[in-house]
């Protein structure tokens, strides 16, 4: 065979797996599937009225209340998460596991596929931890280049649960942006910790953790490559431990949890389908429904991505004549800058379904996702309002009937009202109280001169 033949088979080739990629990445995703129902009744089932929740907003807090669960967990910790750091908080959370392991905790991980590849692997660290006695670690949808129709399709899954008492469950991630007070660039997030003192009733612990089982036991969650036992390793993790102790010694008091939370009317558990594949958009239908049934509503989004069948949700919504406000990042002041851009691209789009917009500009992104609805509903999780949260990952909400937590969340979505650009039906623009605008650097503009074109073909993957 000459070498013209092997340069064109080798071409080829090349471009055969282009096309393929291109094909399962880029062009199958766009084809969107329908909910297979309604959605979440109204009033939604919320099971057993005995659970009891802890709003979690500040980033130091998160990490404390994570390691008082850790602590006092005596038989079993379950660890869910989408991104999984080895820096400080990252640290912080391994050195925990693995004493809750050492004293005869068994500990279960199940981490992303992507986050844990670009992240875990090499961390040895993490490695460390997932040798050691009385912990397993699973990865959810592995990146498989001989499968690659399933890249695309993500755990964004964030909880911890301690026994069968008390979760954490939210939208923050492992790692110094989200979690503690280590860095001065910081994500605004929101967790909700819940308590149920009556074990294996109908609530939405019990959902929680069925759920996780379903994810566990999936042909594509696979076991995370078990090393070899390295005790220098592990000591400093457990010196790390002895560290927590000192820093952070209100997480290794005894916790009265019924003293630390507050009574609901009932918590239910949603999430949308778990399979790596195209999904219907069960979550998504769940949280319009609920939206619909309502008179009013408060979304908090870090950033707005729709298909037309989203927009026409909402839009229907504010014909119907419910109020919605959507509170997003300001294009300069937001950390997704696909996100940003695409708000860029859609802003005509999005002011036309009715809702009235509040651009949030202060020191820091927000991050949070929560939607408020009336004076007692409130559903806190992982959940975007975005086309990838709505057909491509995993995500788990709480939908929550407490009128008190509804009020502190409506007095923090206010505040951020107060610091953003106010975009009404109409068109007119105000600024609230508290807004600051801040320039946009040259760099910045010419950034998102050239995403603006190159997110088009993709927006539906960002």
Not at 190 to 202: I, N
Not at 293 to 298: H, M
Not at 432 to 454: A, F, N, P, T
Request: aromatic letters at 8%; hydrophobic letters at 35%; a negative charge.
């Amino acid at each position: 065979m000459t070498k013209t033949s092997n340069k064109k088979i080798i071409l080829t080739a090349m471009v055969l797996a282009a096309v393929i990629l291109l094909v399962s990445c880029v062009i199958l995703p766009r084809f969107h599937k329908k909910a297979s129902t309604a959605g979440a009744a109204y009033p939604v089932n919320l099971g057993e009225k005995n659970e009891r929740v802890l709003c979690i907003d500040d980033n130091k807090d998160a990490l404390i209340w994570r390691l008082r669960l850790i602590e006092q967990a005596k038989e079993e910790i379950v660890f869910s998460t989408y991104s999984f750091n080895d820096d400080r908080s990252g640290q912080d959370i391994m050195a925990a596991l693995l004493n809750a392991a050492e004293r005869g905790v068994h500990v279960r991980i199940v981490v992303d596929g992507v986050t844990s590849l670009a992240n875990l692997q090499k961390s040895d660290n993490f490695r460390a931890l997932s040798g050691a006695d009385k912990v397993e670690v699973r990865v959810y949808n592995p990146i498989n280049f001989l499968k690659p129709w399933r890249l695309n399709y993500r755990m964004h899954d964030k909880y911890l649960i301690a026994d069968d008492t008390v979760f954490i469950l939210g939208g923050r991630n492992t790692k110094n942006l989200s979690l503690g007070d280590y860095q001065a660039k910081k994500d605004v997030d929101r967790d909700m910790l819940v308590y149920s003192p009556v074990p294996y009733g109908e609530n939405s612990l019990s959902q929680l953790k069925s759920y996780f089982e379903r994810v566990w036991q999936l042909q594509s969650t696979k076991a995370f490559p078990k090393a070899e036992s390295n005790e220098a390793v592990l000591e400093n993790l457990r010196e790390h431990y002895e560290q927590l102790r000192e820093t952070y010694p209100q997480a290794y008091e005894v916790t009265d949890w019924e003293g630390s939370t507050i009574p609901t009317n009932g918590v239910r558990f949603l999430s949308n389908p778990i399979e790596p594949e195209n999904k219907k958009p069960e979550l998504w239908s769940s949280i319009i429904s609920l939206m619909s049934e309502g008179q009013e509503s408060v979304v908090q989004t870090p950033y707005l991505i729709c298909n037309k069948q989203m927009y026409s949700d909402l839009r229907n919504l504010c014909q119907a004549g419910k109020r919605t406000d959507i509170i997003l990042n300001a294009v300069e002041n937001g950390a997704n800058v696909f996100g940003c851009t695409d708000y860029i691209n859609q802003r005509h789009k999005v002011q036309s379904t009715g809702a009235d917009i509040y651009e949030y500009s202060k020191e820091h992104s927000s991050h949070a996702k929560t939607v408020l609805i009336d004076d007692n509903l409130s559903i806190v999780g992982s959940f975007n309002f975005d086309i990838r949260s709505s057909y491509l990952n995993t995500e788990v909400v709480l939908v929550i009937d407490c009128p008190e937590l509804n009020a502190h969340l409506r007095a923090q979505t206010q505040a951020q009202k107060d610091a953003s650009l106010h975009i009404q039906p109409d068109g007119t623009v105000t600024e609230g109280e508290e807004y600051v605008h801040h320039d946009m650097k040259l760099s910045q503009k010419l950034i998102y001169s050239l995403l603006r074109i190159i997110i088009l073909p993709i927006r539906h993957l960002v």
